[in-house]
């Protein structure tokens, strides 16, 4: 089984915190490739930067899917993960919908632990798009300034576990979501040391991801996932326009 | 890996449709154990008789989980699940969320497909419970007296694609989820012949266990879904009372 | 007229404070028949022990409801009454639809104050079932052990009242919602004393079956709060299985 | 006891349908006083017709309620039903609200049969104020022309009937809600010939006002229902501005 | 253009204070008429206040409107709005849902920023009754007593402003809303020094209204906001009499 | 006042329908630049071409904001709206949140009628996004191909009259929303036509950008429609990376 990841981000970095988590997360058998964005920011935390984000991972989507068993979305907030899941003939995950998804079995409601103050937002309004507002307790968030995004976990290692903590212990929390792919691995070495299940979204991903390959639901031909009806595209990449099929003139 | 499948109701041909599908959809050297309800009825399509099958399950579960890594609830509606992730110290999955997990993973919206009109309604809470009202589509039931419990898939194999085709064509259901026990292993035969994805609660529970003990998100011991605070009890069967932690006088 | 009350739990201290809260809130002419739970805990605060509560409450609620014309589960939480509300000729209470249905005639949104940190997130997922969260101002408890089951409404008399000072003065709360069995009585005892209406679910639960039963809106014999199809069961204590009908074999 | 029953309408005819009904459901020793509207429409089925229903609800509130125990809004929609809960040193009920609380004791939920298709959007606009949207299954309305406001029970008796039995079949509802005062009676007349049980909006106010007074929730003297603070005020009838406490210049 | 301004109470000197802001925020050509409600309260913060304010706009409106191309109702909450919709040929705005509209443009959340304690729990109805509680922030208000209803933006200045930066700050607001008619102007006088866009509700109505009177999108001929149907009527002002039509007798 | 209307798609076609709609509807003294994007598709009808062209749209209003007042993204579906809304200086409207701010002036529920089945499913996630499900009455769509772009709203005329239609007597619409930029300009071709007040997405966004233009509420500098914050950036067209800051390396 092979699995494409896509860092919708710049930074080296963090693919690989996310290659890492990804390798120890994934069964034997399956073989992960990683591709950074080409173009984008260092990490998403706004609307604008996911706007971003999303056109550099359909790009890379567009590209790399061929010889894939999935496609992975390794950016919280999964920018361009719905509009992939129309035109990719495989199954696409999301870091926050396969985070959210693991959190769901795992208790009623949870709180999702961000490493900038300014993501929050965001982060609340991808929740509600996934229909689960009901069940978020919380967002708590670093609220001082990260020196590198790839060391975000080691630098900010105790001010993570009380934002945890205060979620369990004043918002109700009843399982904790670690947000961002800056935090891949973070779960992994929190196991065991906090007072609710701990979940990660690169994982979570792979997992879920492995699952779908192997239960093969199957591809939407009707209804709004569906690829696109053809109509008339004009000034697109062309692994972009070949997933629009043929190319006509408008 | 060692899984324990419980099946709430005392039907041993719907027990032998978990069993099967369950085996087909587990990983290499994941090992099933399954259980019949000792007590109950033969399929649950109203409250009343989830009340009953949520005490047979816990009962079960109180008796055969030693030994094994997670647990799984095998009746769609999940009866008894909330509280047996609370005492069980592994994780326990119901076949609704779990269905719904993966069903989320694979469109917006979904539509449930369901064996009887009566248990229309009470899917309709269970969803309600699960806080995902807002992503259903449709609940679509047969409307014909079900002649034995452990055919209704053969018997009336054609009215329930038409169900599936009509939530698609109709009601906007860009997922397929297939409930109850009875339906177990359908999913699999339909792949490819329905126009959107399609989900089965015991393959979906199955998988989501695996990943759960793969991934050790870790047992509650804060929070709601910690073991229930010690206190006095009563005339509990054994297996139920040591779940409750040491017995004591009321 | 004659009430069944059923404790879910095996407390006598606490039947003794239902009863006497039932019997000051009946009218003329009604009587009131007390049962205890023949197994279960000391009070219920968790999804686990409310299982077993709803399943003890069946038993006696299927012994003993002939010759009475209402039936009342008396534990905060309602285990096991949407069930009971299926099988049972006559109307079925809970004391949180109950208190529920009093504080919504009284203002707009209510705060719920309870025994202990845990039950909170239990009594929240009640609210949501009933689909009155977005009526739900807060929900505050007690912080400290309950030195005894049957005293809690003395032992903490002044916590309690702080709490409800501070659900009004802080959360916005219209109403008061005193919540548990083993606040039976409290509403009464505070009376005049508190800055907006508070409601008790043992009187709210007398006085609207009372209601039911002079009204006599009807029992359902369509829809799925009628008796559950009849289908094969097994290993039934006698009167629950009369509850399903003539006895058949699976 | 005293109840002042309040019909905001001017149809002395409708009056006297809900004098009858609200004597039948009373209980012995309860008075009812009536009062019709001194001005207004013969029957509200729109949001301005309520305005001016709610303000004629007032005056006659202001001017008769001394003496009495409790106050009903005795129509659908309960105009100026949550104003006069500020103001008023009694408890005070509406015929939705209180319909709706009874209906929420019986079934999870409920449909509303309506006397004319226009009246259906206000009455929809009412149950999401009474944040119980979630629990309405559908209002099915008449289409046709009404002959007379006090005859429309015994004129369209039957397409009543089809509407409610519609309801049960084709939308899910397990409670039937005769609404509007109009139907005042109705339902006691249907009572065993309905597949669900079905309440009243007087009979269920009436009750629920007995309970009221026998509970003594209190009346709120801080948070939103607290008589409103003074303030100047100028140029109201003399019974309203007593309302508001002793009169000031503006 | 002509524009009908209503102020629903009495206080000249919020209407002085609406009418300034409202003519700084017309285009040029429009012209606007000031009225103030011939009875009622000084300013409303309560339900019961709102009822008398929306008959005494009803009877303004009714009064004036003839010869205007909008109506605007200028108290926050929107008294008799929704009624003055459906019997006026012409468009009806209200203060909140004018500035809730705009706010809507500017962010995804808001906050409400207001003038007495009281006023909130009414404001958060209105807030709900639009639709919109998902896009609410916070509601914040003054805390200590007003000296005089139409100074109050400049003798509580600082302290409006602290509101406005805490719910930035604490509560998530994207745009700031400075709530009810005495806070005409205050926006234009905080322009630039807030840290998000901030809206006023008389600008907002009035460059709604002027929107409405150039697009013309039509008034209602079906439909729930569609005149009245024709029935009786009795004892009404002439003028709201003529709204319902031609008087017939009861 | 300048308004930069920006038109996500290729279609120069229908460039021109939104720039006569845009000219009619602005107020006198408003000029109006066009841009189409560079690259996309002939007409938006899912998410991924959606995000495509919030892309395209970012481009295009990077490289030419300046010097405008405010910018709208004519693409009903508003994609990159929000995005924009953080990094431009300026007012940022889309068709689809304005059309809906109007409509909810308006009455209380909508309907939307567009020109394409599978386009439905998307708006309706939009009007979620909007937090406006709730006063959403349906959503109705033309069901045959479509021979041009430029011509829908002649060729399909009478179809989309009775779509209208049934959406006020089928679905209780209040007010109609013509959705589609393909449809600039048919609610002013039927008005004074329809029972119902018909709303346009182009002369609706345009109207309230000079409405928020004239107001100046301020552009966010805190909170998370501020600029997001500078971090490394790499690969972006110079215009998108000027809206990000000062270029640092990665």
Not at 6 to 25: G, M, Y
Not at 47 to 73: K, M
Not at 124 to 139: C, D, K, Q, T, Y
Request: glycine letters at 8%; proline letters at 6%.
């Amino acid at each position: 089984m092979r699995l494409l990841i896509i860092n919708p981000n710049i930074s080296d970095s963090v693919t690989a915190l996310i290659e890492a988590e990804a390798k120890l997360s994934a069964s034997p058998g399956t073989e992960i490739t990683m591709h950074t964005a080409a173009f984008g920011v260092a990490y998403i935390e706004t609307r604008f930067e996911a706007l971003i984000g999303a056109y550099a991972t359909a790009q890379l989507a567009a590209e790399h899917h061929t010889s894939h068993d999935a496609v992975i979305v390794a950016a919280f907030g999964d920018p361009g993960l719905a509009g992939l899941r129309e035109v990719l003939p495989v199954p696409v995950l999301g870091m926050t919908e396969s985070a959210l998804a693991t959190a769901c079995l795992l208790g009623h409601r949870f709180s999702i632990i961000a490493i900038s103050q300014r993501i929050q937002a965001w982060y609340r309004e991808v929740v509600e798009a996934n229909g689960l507002i009901g069940r978020l307790a919380s967002i708590r968030a670093l609220d001082r300034p990260l020196a590198g995004i790839g060391s975000v976990q080691t630098d900010h290692a105790e001010a993570l576990r009380t934002l945890c903590e205060r979620a369990v212990q004043e918002d109700g929390a009843e399982v904790i979501v670690l947000a961002g792919a800056p935090l891949a691995g973070l779960a992994r070495a929190m196991r065991g040391t906090l007072p609710v299940p701990v979940v990660d979204g690169v994982s979570s991903a792979v997992r879920h991801a492995e699952s779908l390959v192997a239960l093969q639901p199957g591809k939407a031909i009707a209804g709004s996932f569906a690829p696109p009806p053809q109509k008339p595209n004009r000034g697109l990449p062309d692994a972009l326009a070949a997933l629009l099929g043929p190319r006509t003139s408008g």
